[in-house]
């Protein structure tokens, strides 16, 4: 397997980006976020793309920006809530180790505060997050290969978790390939 040692997926709130800095900190490889890619590309902060540009045109910066890490990106790489929504980046993450963060809906409303600088979350804060967890919460398990609960956990033990596992599967698949 090419391509990123873990990628991160989950809804806004899951605690990707902090999770993803720490777990890249501790396996000693690089990290990288899809949203954070995306703004260097375009110049502009998501807001300001969804706002200037439009959604699709987002999503289709977003789609690029996926495949292209997913193929050159050897750490660890976070991936904004949506992405997986594109079915040509589902089908790149099938040849990955995804770990979906999940987050409930308490938790996830309590991190993302009022959603300032979130375009998705315009309006009820609550209301809007519970329908993304319950539109996307499927799609993320239907992609991860480990899935690790993230409500009332610190961060670093959070993302323990995730180095266990990958080293876990990084081993297992190299003892199958001997």
């Known amino acids: 397997m090419t391509g990123p040692r873990a990628v991160l997926v989950g809804t806004m709130g899951a605690g990707k980006t902090t999770v993803g800095r720490l777990v890249a900190d501790r396996l000693g490889v690089g990290f990288a976020d899809s949203d954070e890619l995306v703004e260097a590309e375009a110049g502009k902060a998501v807001q300001d793309i ?16 996926v495949a292209r890490t997913l193929a050159q990106h050897d750490g660890v790489l976070s991936l904004g809530g949506g992405a997986v929504l594109d079915p040509a980046t589902r089908a790149l993450l099938a040849d990955h180790a995804v770990v979906f963060l999940r987050v409930g809906l308490a938790d996830a409303v309590k991190r993302v505060g009022l959603g300032t600088g979130r375009p998705l979350l315009l309006g009820n804060v609550r209301a809007r997050v519970k329908q993304l967890l319950d539109e996307r919460t499927p799609v993320y398990e239907g992609l991860a290969r480990v ?25 297992a698949t190299t003892e199958e390939e001997s």
């Open 50 to 65: 969804f706002v200037e540009d439009g959604e699709a045109a987002f999503r289709a910066l977003e789609r690029d920006t």
């Open 147 to 171: 899935v690790v609960e993230t409500d009332g956990r610190e961060p670093e033990e959070i993302a323990a978790e995730i180095v266990a596992a990958v080293t876990a599967t990084t081993a």
